[in-house]
């Protein structure tokens, strides 16, 4: 069974098991194939997908945010649910991941080309981003494709993204995305509007996750480089400092209409439950959006952790 087909994103999966490699990794749970066997609903996933509902309906009553959309999955042979889940938003520095995957992609055939040198020429403009980087590539040096990888995914430093997506094909990126079925499509009309919904943008983690895109070695480097992402105040605020999360985060404000938007997305490695969250939100405000972000993702964890 392909790992975008249809009966995978049932709500209450009935009628398959997934049957995972037992190899010991970190990050990644390796899915092998989807066996048919029955499968009970999880009966506290109403109750989940309500309190996230009240939460949202909540912080939208105090104007802590004009919109919210949600993606949850379990991925232990569990189900998802969707808030707002058709939604469009601006994925901003979500992008940074493609880019990351279509980059790992290529060394899976060629390892050299993370060993590729590239000079950064590029000036920081500290005004462009809202939550800066708190490490800085330096003027007129050399830094190899790894490096500038780890500076974009760690500190989503964009500069590290300009000079990562300038030396790449373009159609190795799109390629990613098609290949995944990701439709970015409205990206062709408004390249900085709304383009893409929760739950396509969290097929990125799944594929790393289930190793089902890039292969072993380089999906488990992608997740444990994500685990490093220095951005706290959303996903992982809401969970235990010694709990494991593979995230990246992003933010746009538009200066015309002083919409903000702040999304957090990834894996949060509970001990007996590892899940998928994708959060998405608008508001006028970072620190509201980022309080609503990290009470969604605490309210899940202390479910799912019961």
Not at 143 to 172: E, G, H, R
Not at 197 to 203: C, I
Request: aromatic content about 12%; hydrophobic content about 35%; charged content about 25%.
């Amino acid at each position: 069974m392909g790992y975008f087909s249809h009966s995978f994103f049932q709500l209450y999966p009935i009628d398959f098991k997934e049957t995972r490699d037992k190899q010991n990794y970190e990050y990644i749970n390796p899915l092998l194939e989807c066996d048919s066997e029955s499968i009970s609903k999880d009966k506290n996933l109403n109750k989940l997908k309500d309190s996230i509902d009240f939460i949202i309906d909540q912080q939208k009553n105090i104007k802590n945010i004009s919109f919210a959309a949600v993606y949850y999955r379990d991925l232990n042979n569990g189900p998802w649910f969707g808030i707002n889940e058709k939604e469009y938003f601006s994925p901003a520095s979500l992008i940074k991941v493609p880019l990351m995957i279509a980059y790992y992609k290529q060394a899976e055939t060629d390892p050299s080309i993370l060993s590729k040198e590239i000079e950064n020429t590029r000036p920081y403009n500290l005004d462009e981003q809202n939550i800066a980087p708190t490490k800085f590539l330096e003027l007129n040096k050399k830094y190899t494709i790894d490096q500038l990888i780890n500076q974009m995914i760690i500190y989503s430093d964009n500069i590290a993204y300009q000079n990562l997506l300038s030396s790449i094909d373009n159609s190795l990126v799109y390629k990613v995305y098609e290949d995944l079925g990701v439709d970015i499509s409205k990206a062709k009309e408004n390249p900085s509007g709304n383009i893409i919904r929760v739950k396509d943008y969290a097929s990125f983690f799944r594929i790393l996750y289930n190793s089902s895109y890039l292969n072993r070695t380089m999906s488990e480097k992608a997740l444990k480089l994500l685990s490093q992402t220095t951005y706290r105040n959303g996903l992982a605020a809401g969970i235990p400092s010694n709990i494991n999360v593979s995230h990246k985060f992003s933010e746009r404000r538009y200066i015309e209409t002083e919409e903000h938007q702040l999304h957090d997305c990834g894996i949060i490695y509970s001990p007996n439950t590892p899940y998928l969250i994708c959060i998405m939100t608008r508001g006028n405000n970072f620190n509201n959006l980022e309080k609503t972000i990290s009470q969604i993702s605490k309210t899940i964890y202390n479910n799912i952790s019961l």
